[in-house]
């Protein structure tokens, strides 16, 4: 249990794919980090993490207009956004080894996106792939979040067209992740909302994150004392990511910033069939500027593998069935940043999930580790409108303004036995620019007070208190 003013710990389920090949792209565990700004305060509501083994909260049939959700959509729309993303991440370094979650970076700057309008909200789901519908979801328990609408009442959400068919997508996405633990499998996570404790978001936002992620909200000085709030987020989550990510938030990263938004992912997966160590041997690497390194392969039969747009696919299962990784060749004497489509990554998934023949794999140990700021890439996928002082984030408070920093860390290590991950994702938002706080001036020594006519500057009262004690 936390102690008072810690965040609590749960396990929540979040995004999941249907797809090997949607898989393979969110084995990274995660992190994601949303930072905004507030005005309006309230108490604490709830803890930041859900259990992924738990059934979703009980609804307590609040909502109206109910209509069933599956965890395809987003696995198809976080597919597509990572596919989009390694893109303009390769372009940029197309030297460089590139390891990150779609998921992750798809739950904090969904986190985010739940509290944004109009042409945002529009530009945010665009880049995301949010599919849109009119399902809406039941709230949750109630203790969850703030006290809830009375009975009968609609769920309130921000005006971004869709948000309550993603709201059930999301939900539907958090329960199939919570199936996928097991034997040889573990899968845990986290979403928080973090607020100073005289800036809390609006209730609205903080019902549509709890019915959406499993998110609480939890309390830490942001604007009174930054560094002991960014020890406080960082602590929890290296604890959410078994040590493997223990600065999310660089030294100085919160300035003037209310809220923090997090998603946290750890999964360690034992393969079906592990490597025999005694297999592995050196071999000949063909680099991407084209020189030759020399990399640790490991060696198994028996896979499964299948052809489509010149990609070959291997299906690497783990334990359980319910997880696989896919490692995808691109075509040969291909060069520079090679990306599948959507489309033919769809259709090489669906082959590998049937009977087929099977293959010898050669498949390199690696242990990646990337860190990058995101700011640009998202940009350049179409966000640009997030990042600009006219960005609206009104749903989640009346004082958030625009995205000022995405910064995302991410590691995978991948042996004989399985693959163990971690990645971090931080999203900062300023505050709107009328509500920007100025210094602070204590009256804390002899001070003079006029009471005057602002139209004539006529002194009314003029008076110098010397001792508020004894007046």
């Known amino acids: 249990m936390s102690k008072p003013g810690q ?56 909502a109206t207009r109910i209509a069933p959700a599956s965890p395809r959509p987003l696995g198809a729309a976080d597919t597509g956004f990572g596919l989009d993303l390694l893109g303009a991440w390769c372009r940029s370094q197309p030297r460089a080894n590139i390891v990150f979650s779609p998921e992750s970076l798809a739950a904090g700057l969904g986190l985010a996106y739940l509290g944004a309008k109009g042409p945002t909200a529009a530009a945010m789901a665009r880049v995301l792939h949010l599919p849109a519908s009119g399902a809406v979801l ?63 978001p609006l209730r609205g936002y903080l019902n549509a994150v709890a019915t959406a992620y499993g998110a609480g909200l939890s ?17 929890a989550i ?51 500027p084209g020189s030759t390194a020399t990399a640790q392969f490991m060696s198994g039969d028996g896979y499964r593998y299948a052809t489509a747009g010149g990609w070959t696919g291997v299906r690497l299962p783990y334990r359980g069935g319910k997880l696989a990784m896919t490692a995808l060749l691109p075509p040969a004497g291909s060069t520079g940043c090679q990306v599948p ?41 179409g966000m640009g409108i997030a990042f600009e002082p006219g960005a609206d984030f009104g749903g989640l408070s009346p004082a958030a303004g625009q995205i000022s920093i995405v910064e995302h860390a991410a590691t995978l290590a991948v042996g004989e036995k399985g693959t163990v991950g971690s990645a971090a994702t931080g999203v900062g938002m300023t505050s709107s620019a009328e509500l920007v706080r100025g210094p602070q001036i204590d009256f804390d020594r002899p001070y003079l007070m006029l009471v005057t006519d602002t139209a004539t500057g006529e002194p009314l009262f003029i008076a110098r208190v010397t001792n508020p004690a004894s007046a």
């Open 7 to 62: 965040p609590c710990r749960r396990r929540r389920g979040s995004s999941t794919t249907t797809t090997p090949v949607a898989a393979a792209l969110a084995l990274a565990t995660a992190v994601t980090v949303a930072v905004a700004t507030a005005a309006c305060a309230g108490p604490q509501a709830g803890s930041g993490r859900a259990n992924l083994l738990a059934k979703p909260p009980v609804s307590r049939g609040v």
């Open 138 to 200: 039941p709230l949750p328990a109630s203790g969850a979040v703030l006290p809830l609408p009375a009975s009968g009442a609609v769920l309130p959400l921000p005006a971004s067209g869709g948000t309550e068919g993603t709201l059930a997508d999301i939900r539907a996405r958090w329960a199939a992740l919570g199936r996928l633990s097991g034997p040889g499998v573990t899968l845990t996570g986290s979403n928080r909302v973090w607020a100073d404790p005289s800036l809390p």
């Open 219 to 235: 309390r830490v000085p942001l604007l009174k004392n930054p560094a002991q709030a960014e020890q406080a987020i960082n602590a």
């Open 238 to 288: 290296a604890a959410d990511t078994h040590g493997h990510i223990p600065d999310l938030l660089p030294p100085g990263a919160l300035t003037g910033d209310a809220f923090v938004l997090t998603d946290a992912l750890y999964l360690n997966a034992a393969w079906a069939t592990p490597f025999q160590a005694s297999q592995t041997q050196p071999g000949p690497f063909t680099t991407a």
């Open 341 to 381: 489509a959507a489309a033919g990554l769809t259709r090489l998934a669906a082959t590998l999930g049937r009977p087929g023949p099977s293959a010898g794999v050669r498949l390199p140990k690696v242990n990646l580790a990337s860190h990058q700021e995101m700011n640009s890439l998202l940009t350049g996928l």
